[in-house]
């Protein structure tokens, strides 16, 4: 255990995996808020796309790049969902 506590790499890693999940933490506080709308859904989405792009080309770590592509991916995979969402409402004349 304190082998673990005095490891260096184990902080640098556990600040690293800090600064990659805080934006994922402000994202759901938000959302999750009582009078919380769509639109504010979606910009915060775009939020989060261009503050994980930033990441990607600031670390080239392989562990960095694997975890912060895949968020990308899923939130890439969530705004098409929502994007089909308003196309579907537009086409049909109904509010999402």
């Known amino acids: 255990m304190f082998s673990i506590i005095e490891d260096s790499a184990?902080?640098?890693?556990?600040?690293?995996l800090k600064k990659q999940l805080k934006p994922?933490?402000?994202a759901t506080n938000i959302t999750q808020l009582a009078n919380v709308h769509?639109?504010?859904v979606l910009i915060i989405f775009g939020l989060l796309y261009?503050?994980?792009?930033?990441?990607l080309?600031?670390?080239?770590?392989?562990?960095?790049?694997i975890l912060v592509q895949c968020i990308i991916d899923s939130i890439e995979k969530c705004w098409a969902k929502s994007d089909s969402v308003w196309k579907s409402g537009?086409?049909?004349?109904?509010?999402?």
Do not use: C, I, V
């Not at 184990?10 to 690293?16: A, E, G, M, P, V």
């Not at 261009?50 to 990441?55: D, H, R, S, T």
């Not at 080309?57 to 790049?65: F, H, I, M, W």
């Not at 537009?90 to 999402?96: E, F, I, R």
């Open 10 to 16: 184990f902080w640098h890693n556990l600040l690293q």
């Open 57 to 65: 080309a600031k670390d080239n770590s392989l562990e960095t790049r």
């Open 24 to 26: 994922l933490t402000l």
């Open 38 to 40: 769509l639109d504010q």
């Open 90 to 96: 537009l086409m049909t004349g109904k509010k999402p």
């Open 50 to 55: 261009k503050e994980y792009q930033a990441l």
